[in-house]
């Protein structure tokens, strides 16, 4: 369990197949803190560290996991959102985040808004209908308020405030019109939706 609050940002150093594609990214966790086995978020998606070194660490990605995320995310010289799971006792700054990606948004829309980035997204209609205005979504593992949903024919598009803070602490502040991110809708709004539809 995560909290969409971005802690590292990640570095692919090496991309290889091995049957599942291994990868070796870097970062700036103390990595003695760090067992092998353990769970990491990158940019939203949960992986298992598989081997590591003092500034490094790799996990392996499977072919499903490959075919529902973007595959820029896995190329040598991606930067990568990077969280270590949530432990009892934590502050909860964000919201619940399980790393189990529901699927990718397309972002099509980036414009200066104040001091924020507004970003606008669209994404699958499977997963607009769990999408609410002031509700919670993880795009590429950050922890963020929608502003606004418009349901469109075959997909959602909504809209969402980066904080200059936000920016600068996690890879937002490059998206462009054009990229795909990874989404992740409240868990909460998954168990109302199954609720709603056994009545």
Known sequence: MFTGIITDIGTVRSAEE???LRLTIGCGYDMATVDLGASIACSGVCLTVVDKGNDWFA???????????????WREGARLNLERPLRVGDELGGHFVTGH??????????APEGG?????VRAPKEIGQYIAA????AVDGV??????????????????NVIPHTAGHTTLGQL??????????????RYLKRMAASQ
Do not use: Y
């Open 59 to 73: 996990v392996d990605v499977s072919t499903e996991t490959q075919s529902r995320t973007p595959p820029q995310m």
């Open 134 to 137: 002031k509700g919670s979504i």
């Open 176 to 189: 462009a019109a054009g990229d795909r991110v990874n989404l992740e809708i409240d868990v909460l709004a």
């Open 101 to 110: 990606v529901d699927g990718m948004g397309d972002v099509t829309e980036v």
């Open 18 to 20: 091995r049957g599942d």
């Open 143 to 160: 922890s963020l308020t929608v502003n606004e949903v418009a349901d469109e024919a075959e997909s959602t598009g909504f809209g969402i």
């Open 116 to 120: 924020s980035i507004r970003i606008s």
